[in-house]
């Protein structure tokens, strides 16, 4: 029997343009705080987009909005911490929603916690992966793996982080990545020499993340079945 204390319920969304799952997040928000759904555990692939965080500059956007629009790239300005960053197919988006009071209301601490979540991950495929001091986010050999931003609406946090599975990196050069300049990019199929299956790694993500947190976590089909009836009718 699980010693675990805490429920979640996990959502693989499959393939989403970004603002659907943005506002998606937003709406289950609301509902946490009512206390009306668990805490939840989604995972998606974006299209192609770049989004920039509360501490984005202009600056950090390398391309003309011709050139976004040539290459079918959107760009939104959001809440979450962070600079600028890119989601696209490839790379598994991780997003916790959750109560932030059943952590400690400890910020720094949760997002420490999802640093570990991806390292616990990138172990298990042979991926010697690290922190570095200052900067939030998964490295490995000096390349950056996973990105990580989150946003807190009444302590429920939502937004989460991005890991790049088989991601075309190429993408990256729109940009420059979080801000930083002397680390460059990297994924899981580039530091390993081969495609991974994000499937597999989204399981991975799920049982770590549920030792990480203390979790029981319960896959479901789809939101349907812990949405309410009547803000399931607004989607």
């Not at 998606?44 to 950090?60: D, K, L």
């Not at 991950?121 to 931003?149: F, M, P, Q, S």
């Not at 300049?181 to 993340?209: Q, W």
Request: proline share 4%.
């Amino acid at each position: 029997m699980s010693g675990k204390s805490k429920k979640m319920v996990s959502v693989d969304l499959g393939r989403t343009d970004y603002k659907t799952a943005w506002d998606l997040q937003k709406k289950l928000v609301e509902l946490r705080y009512k206390n009306e759904i668990p805490d939840v555990l989604l995972f998606t692939e974006h299209n192609p987009v770049i989004t920039m965080g509360r501490a984005g500059t202009s600056g950090n956007l390398l391309c003309s909005p011709e050139e976004l629009k040539m290459r079918n790239v959107e760009l939104y300005e959001i809440e979450r911490g962070g600079d600028v960053t890119f989601h696209g197919p490839g790379q598994l988006v991780i997003y916790p929603v959750l109560d932030l009071n059943r952590h400690g209301r400890d910020l720094h601490r949760y997002l420490r916690n999802l640093e570990k979540t991806i390292i616990m991950v990138l172990k298990e495929y042979g991926i010697e992966a690290t922190i570095k001091e200052g900067l939030t986010g998964v490295w490995a050999d000096n390349h950056k793996l996973a990105a990580i931003g989150v946003a807190v609406s009444r302590w429920i946090a939502y937004h989460g982080a991005a890991l790049n599975v088989n991601t075309d990196l190429d993408y990256f050069g729109l940009i420059t990545p979080c801000g930083i300049t002397e680390y460059p990019v990297g994924s899981m199929k580039s530091a390993l020499g081969h495609e991974v299956a994000i499937n597999d790694v989204k399981n991975r993500v799920e049982s770590s993340f549920a030792d990480i947190f203390d979790y029981v976590i319960e896959p479901a089909d789809s939101l349907d079945s812990i949405i309410p009836e009547p803000a399931r009718c607004d989607q």
